[in-house]
């Protein structure tokens, strides 16, 4: 641009000729009017996450410009600095901003994502899960995040999302399924109800209604007859006695002197008239027809001393439970005078009563024996404990077992420039034993490098760094934190500490086409656990290696055997997690400022290029939601879950 210096004369371009010795000339439109600052723009969105329905606020500072227009999830012009809300999200939303000014234009863009409704869980229980066939048991459910329950089976019917209900008489074995259903998806539950036949007394004892009945004859057949528990029989209860004979099954007619009696009048070794297995009253015992009829030692009818034979019911409610919670142990006997209990719980407890359980965390079974004159018996119940559900994991990584028995590699191929670049892990690292679960000591947190033959320049290494445990002394020694580049292994010269967290960070940059410099900060935020190494040659990372890749987690597959030539393929053992790959140079501070908040640095939104602070072996994708993403793949198979 044309420009006068040092002319005077009121502004009269005569004076300016060069010739006259005036000032004349050309000059730089920058030089004379200065440079047009660039425009620069922040766009957040707090928070990134929400559930489906919520809201995030969106905020924005641009400098140097003069307009903006959203576009994306929302649109329309917007001031050049503001907040604003996105409303109620219910799918994964991408909100961009475009902003000009006199140094030209400027985009950022945003991504907040909806997090999926909780899963609904149900509880569902039957008290108790056996009945007598004609009893009833009662059915009890509590859900959450159900919006409403649908039962089938032995039931039908919505039902509401908790409560009870009895099931009815039952007189077979029954099936209830419940089904709930919420925001998060459905559950199912289902539990058997089961229903024992009413039980005919195994042996009972012939008696007469006739209470002054003595002669066999004299107790009319069978209008005055009829089978009574040997329990329920009285000292007044008129029971047919034989006084002289044997035992077994046989015709009661038969026996000579037979008579109607009370209990007490019968002598211990005396034989008391029963029908085995009879269900029909006493004329199905006849013999004649296949009936049970019979004489049996009183002591074997009534037990010894003639006293009837002790009963005991005991139960527990509920049966099936959760953990933490208890349940009421009921009992109750008859012809018993004492109660032991034993199992679970212990002590001499009354012949009838309740008692909590206490607290339970495991399935566990109570036991009690009951005492009388006539003998003892015993019933145990099993009182079952759920295990809790498994705990809702917030934290994933990629677990790697290091035995190097299959391929799981994760890579990228034609990245960025091997120089500048910053990454940023989490680590945590378990200790190789060799050679019982490992082949060699070597590990692999990342490399950048050649994906094929290791030797690709001429027969010789070029254009990689990587950064994680070595072997000292190698191929089995103990593992020390090192960087790898230019054929060597810089170490920090003590064990690695193992079965911990790390945060890591590596920085590698060009000064020179011949200088370049790598760091490797192994614990922090403690900026003096630092591993430096330069290397000064011009022919080092001159040239692209034949497949430019960036590998976590192995190292590349080089014929069979890991990018060294070793078994096992420099497998990494333990959790690799928090994964932020920069495609710049960041500071030490803008490395933790981007370790608290990613993309909260002006150099980390300008350099971030993967983003994946929670990977699952299902889903590596790039998070960032910052322009085009950078996704990766899985070479052989994927790594394990972790989670916590």
């Known amino acids: 641009m044309g420009v006068c210096v040092g002319a005077s004369g009121g502004g009269n371009p005569a004076g300016c000729d060069i010739a006259s010795g005036g000032g004349e000339g050309w000059q730089l439109k920058s030089t004379v009017f200065g440079t047009v600052p660039a425009p620069t723009l922040t766009f957040t969105a707090n928070p990134m996450t929400v559930a489906s329905g919520s809201a995030s606020s969106l905020a924005w500072i641009g400098t140097n410009v003069t307009s903006c227009t959203a576009s994306g999830a929302w649109s329309g012009a917007q001031a050049v600095s503001g907040t604003q809300a996105t409303g109620a999200l219910t799918v994964d939303s991408t909100f961009s901003l475009d902003c000009t000014g006199p140094g030209g234009p400027i ?17 569902f229980t039957a008290t108790p899960t056996t009945v007598t066939s004609g009893s009833a048991s009662t059915l009890a ?20 999302t908790s409560g009870s209900q009895s099931t009815g008489a039952l007189t077979t074995n029954t099936t209830f399924v419940l089904d709930c259903t919420g925001a998060g998806g459905s559950v199912s539950r289902s539990i058997a109800v089961v229903a024992t036949p009413v039980s005919t007394p195994a042996l009972a004892v012939f008696t007469c209604t006739n209470t002054s009945a003595g002669s066999f004859s004299s107790c009319a057949f069978p209008s005055q ?112 005078s004492s109660c032991t209990a034993s199992g679970a719980w212990s002590g001499v407890t009354a012949t009838s009563g309740t008692q909590s359980t206490g607290v339970l965390t495991s399935s566990i079974t109570f036991s009690l024996t009951c005492t009388g004159a006539g003998g003892s018996t015993s019933q145990s119940v099993t009182v079952t404990v759920t295990p809790p559900p498994p705990p809702t994991a917030t934290n994933f990584g990629l677990e790697f077992p290091g035995d190097g028995a299959v391929r799981r590699m994760l890579f ?9 670049a910053t990454y940023i892990f989490k680590v945590y690292p378990r200790k190789k034993v060799v050679p019982s679960k490992s082949p060699t000591g070597y590990y692999t947190t990342f490399f950048w490098g050649n994906d094929g033959t290791f030797m690709w320049d001429g027969g010789n290494p070029n254009t990689y760094y990587g950064a994680h445990p070595y072997p000292m002394p190698a191929p089995n020694g103990p593992g020390q934190w090192e960087i790898s580049v230019d054929s060597r292994d810089f170490v920090a010269g003590t064990e690695v500490v193992w079965d911990r967290w790390y945060t890591q960070a590596f920085r590698a940059w060009r000064e020179s086409p011949s200088v370049t410099h790598h760091e490797f900060y192994w614990d922090l935020p403690d900026t003096s656990k630092v591993i430096e190494q330069t290397i000064i040659d011009p022919a080092w990372a001159a040239t692209n290696p034949p497949t430019p890749a960036i590998v976590i987690g192995q190292a590349p597959n080089w014929d069979g055997v890991s990018w060294g030539g070793y078994p096992g393929w420099e497998e990494f053992n333990g959790i690799i997690r928090g994964i932020q790959i920069y495609s710049g140079l960041l500071s030490v501070p803008d490395i933790q400022g ?26 590596v994708t790039d998070k960032k939601g910052l322009g085009a993403p950078n996704n990766p793949s899985w070479d052989g198979t994927s790594a394990l879950e972790w989670s916590e």
């Not at 950022?108 to 409704?117: E, F, G, K, L, Q």
């Not at 459910?141 to 509401?160: E, H, R």
């Not at 981007?594 to 889903?619: K, V």
Request: hydrophobic residues 35%; aromatic residues 8%; proline residues 8%.
């Open 225 to 336: 007859w009829r089978l009574t528990n040997p329990a329920a029989v009285t000292d007044s209860n008129r029971i047919l006695y034989c006084p002289a004979g044997t035992a077994g099954n046989q015709d009661v007619s038969a026996c000579a002197g037979a008579r109607w009696t009370t209990k007490p009048l019968i002598p211990e070794q005396g034989l008391v008239g029963v029908c085995v297995g009879a269900s029909g009253g006493p004329t199905a015992c006849n013999i004649g027809s296949g009936g049970g009829e019979g004489w049996q030692l009183k002591s074997t009818v009534f037990g010894t001393g003639g006293t009837a034979l002790p009963t005991l019911t005991f139960t527990a409610n509920p049966q099936i439970m959760a953990s933490g919670a208890s349940s009421t142990l009921t009992w109750s006997s008859t012809n018993t």
């Open 141 to 160: 459910w509590t859900s959450t995040n159900a919006t409403g329950c649908t039962a089938t089976g032995g039931w039908s019917g919505s039902k509401a």
């Open 412 to 420: 990228w191929h034609d990245p960025f420039p091997i120089y500048d």
């Open 107 to 123: 985009s950022r863009s945003v991504t907040v994502t909806i997090t999926a409704p909780p899963s609904p869980t149900l509880t």
């Open 594 to 619: 981007e370790i608290a908040s990613p993309m909260s640095t002006t150099a980390g939104q300008n350099f971030i290029w993967y983003l994946n602070l929670n990977p699952r072996p299902s889903d």
